[in-house]
């Protein structure tokens, strides 16, 4: 899988954030051949404790 941000954004408090761009999954068939799966992404982030950042949603 691929996926390349576009557009990132943090809140004004820094706590929260988005990103959003494409990606590009290829998987591999029984037979041998490639399948390709293209899209949009949308991912929310909360940052954490640590410092550190997760997602909460995608």
């Known amino acids: 899988m691929n996926w390349t941000a576009d557009f990132v954004d943090v809140s004004e408090d820094g706590t ?3 990103t959003y761009g494409k990606y590009l999954l290829k998987v591999r068939q ?3 051949t490639t399948k390709e799966y293209k899209g949009t992404f949308h ?3 909360k ?4 410092g550190s950042w997760k997602y909460v949603w995608d």
């Not at 940052?47 to 640590?50: F, L």
């Open 16 to 18: 929260l954030g988005y």
């Open 30 to 32: 029984a037979n041998n």
């Open 43 to 45: 991912t929310v982030w």
């Open 47 to 50: 940052k954490q404790t640590d």
